[in-house]
Nanobody
Framework: QVQLVESGGGLVQAGGSLRLSCAAS????????MGWFRQAPGKEREFVAA????????YYADSVKGRFTISRDNAKNTVYLQMNSLKPEDTADYYC????????????????WGQGTQVTVSS
């Protein structure tokens, strides 16, 4: 079993930055692909970013490309989402997920999910 705990969410003004962290515990974290998803009020869950188990490949939704960066530190069992140039449209609950397969945008391919952390972008 893998447990995922997100942190770093909060309130930030438009144009600002925020870094989310996802701390993992359990077996063979370094061999899991990791992803970030978000769900805005009244909308369906959407893919944000993903990173391969090696960290050699990253993927981003078009809506965040160039603004967000996903990274991982396997020695610390942690994956990060650096969010820059935040917009009100980024307001959502953000979820970290782990996959025993390859990094992918489809949520159904992920095996474990965190509880989420709320991000609110004002103005």
């Amino acid at each position: 079993q893998v447990q995922l705990v997100e942190s770093g969410g909060g309130l930030v003004q438009a144009g600002g930055s925020l870094r989310l962290s996802c701390a993992a515990s359990g077996r063979t974290f370094s061999m899991y692909a990791m992803g970030w998803f978000r769900q805005a009020p009244g909308k369906e869950r959407e893919f944000v970013a993903a990173i391969s188990w090696s960290g050699g490949s990253t993927y981003y939704a078009d809506s965040v490309k160039g603004r967000f960066t996903i990274s991982r530190d396997n020695a610390k069992n942690t994956v990060y989402l650096q969010m820059n140039s935040l917009k009100p449209e980024d307001t959502a609950d953000y979820y970290c997920a782990a996959s025993r397969g390859v990094a992918a945008p489809e949520g159904e391919l992920y095996d474990y999910w965190g509880q989420g952390t709320q991000v609110t972008v004002s103005s």
